[in-house]
Every structure is written in C-alpha cells, then in structure tokens.
C-alpha cells in the first residue's frame, strides 16, 4: 500500500508542491480508465465514446505536454533541473 501511495505523490506533486496540471492529467486517465472498464463490463455501446476518449486519455497526455513546457520555461532555471529561487 505503501507502494501505492508514492506512486500517486510522484505522479501529482512536483518540486514538493502539489501541481494541477499533473492533478488534471492524473484524474482525466483515471476516468477514461474506470468508464472504459464499465462499459466493457456491463456491455454497454455509447456513441459518443470516441469523443470522450480523445479528451479524456488524449488529453491527459496533451496535459503533461503543456505541463513539461510551463516548467521548463518558467519553473526551472535555464540549462538546469533546480526550481527557480524567488517569487514563492
């Protein structure tokens, strides 16, 4: 359980801090997961799924993208992987 726990806090927290892009990305996965698991489970057909996966999953992962980006240019000081010192 344990194990569990600091897999979720590296995957949401990022330089000690809790970060909302990574919260988003994290929560869009698990409900493109959990709906996908319970429509094959139950049987179900939905025609809008292909939508839904493309912002759900797709997103997630576009997510993290703009994530990476917004810390490599602003949260980091350049030609390194320290956190700027200042405004915080």
Known sequence: MQTIFSLLKMALYENSELSLTRLLSVTSWFLFAAVSVYMVAY???????????LLTGGGGAATQVANKFVNGKYNTAPGS???VKGER
């Open 43 to 53: 049987g179900i057909t939905w025609n809008h799924y292909e939508t839904f996966a």
């Open 81 to 83: 992987y320290a956190q």
